[in-house]
């Protein structure tokens, strides 16, 4: 199963903080410095957050950190063209991945096949022109000037297309843009607009935002006429966007991990008839038999505002069977 079908699955999972905004409109300053989040010129319908150096400093996390990072790498060719090393020692990767499907009006995405990835605190030793491959290939070549300076990948290790473009940015970031995303990476980063950064718990080690209705759409063509289509239309219906949150490990003998979620809907009475409808479900599997699901039964479900935020446990079990799964 691919990597964004997995954190689709996570997120539909615990139907179930912090959202990120949409970036405002702004204007370009006279003299701005380039900033990573021009490259946004609004909220991805997909974007992946999380925290290397934090996610290895935890003891129940870290041992998964080089898995999730290789899956990963597994699954985009844009990853691909990112050392492996580089992305195990950087403060904060964010990553926007291609919409789940049409929007929800039914036109095609205007930007298809894009990815943007953002590589924060990049080891100051670290040189991209000077990185190769395991042939001793270098992995990046010299690109157009430009505003700042950029880099070019064309194919990765296997031969397979990448077409994406290295910005080496101010404070340690890189970003790497893929598809329709680097001609708009080379006119943000020329002519810089301020744009706010995403909104997200800083103490998050890991986080997955979707857009409300593209992930609604997304559920309803993968479970169309199953008996979770009820539970989707009652969370789904005006839905703004969903967001997963892992907060770090509690520590001591019974360590333990939470997954924090929160779905953001446009007005409170929607958030009202969800709070319903996911309390019903919780209680339905803590009552059902034992199953893989059963520990989503002892999720707790509360409403603030227009928001609904839902905890649970990761049972050990769960977590064993990440660290020892096959590759995603």
């Not at 063209?81 to 095609?108: H, N, V």
């Not at 009820?230 to 969370?235: D, H, Q």
């Amino acid at each position: 199963m691919r990597l964004a079908a997995r954190a689709v699955a996570l997120g539909a999972l615990l139907t179930l903080s912090g959202c990120a905004g949409a970036p405002a409109a702004v204007t370009a300053r006279d003299g701005a410095e380039p900033r990573w989040q021009d490259v946004f010129d609004t909220t991805p319908q997909a974007l992946l957050v999380f925290r290397p150096k934090a996610l290895r400093r935890d003891r129940l996390y870290g041992p998964l950190l080089r898995r999730t990072i290789e899956a990963a790498r597994e699954q985009s060719r844009v990853l691909w063209a990112t050392p492996l090393g580089a992305m195990e020692d950087a403060d904060e990767i964010i990553a926007s991945f291609p919409p789940l499907r049409a929007t929800s009006s039914g036109d095609a995405d205007p930007r298809p096949g894009e990815y943007v990835v953002v590589v924060r605190g990049v080891r100051a030793d670290l040189d991209p022109v000077r990185l190769v491959d395991a042939d001793g290939r270098p992995v990046w070549t010299a690109g157009p000037g430009g505003a700042v300076p950029e880099l070019l990948r064309e194919s990765d290790e296997r031969g397979k297309p990448v077409d994406a473009s290295l910005f080496e940015l101010p404070g340690r970031t890189w970003v790497i843009a893929a598809g329709e995303a680097r001609p708009r990476a080379r006119e943000a980063f020329a002519h810089p607009m301020n744009r706010p950064v995403f909104q997200l718990d800083p103490d998050a080690l890991a986080a997955v935002r979707f857009d409300g209705p593209s992930l609604v759409a997304y559920l309803h063509e993968r479970v169309e006429r199953s008996p979770g289509t009820g539970l989707i239309v009652a969370l789904g219906h005006r839905l703004r966007s969903a967001t997963v949150e892992l907060p770090p490990a509690m520590q001591g003998p019974d360590a333990r991990g939470t997954i924090r979620a929160t779905l953001s809907y446009l007005d409170e009475e929607s958030a009202g008839v969800a709070e319903i409808a996911a309390a019903d479900a919780a209680g339905a599997l803590s009552r059902a038999k034992p199953s893989p699901l059963s520990w989503l039964g002892a999720a707790t479900v509360q409403r603030a505002g227009a928001n609904l935020i839902v905890t649970v446990d990761l049972p050990k079990p769960l977590l064993v069977g990440l660290l020892h799964a096959d590759p995603l």
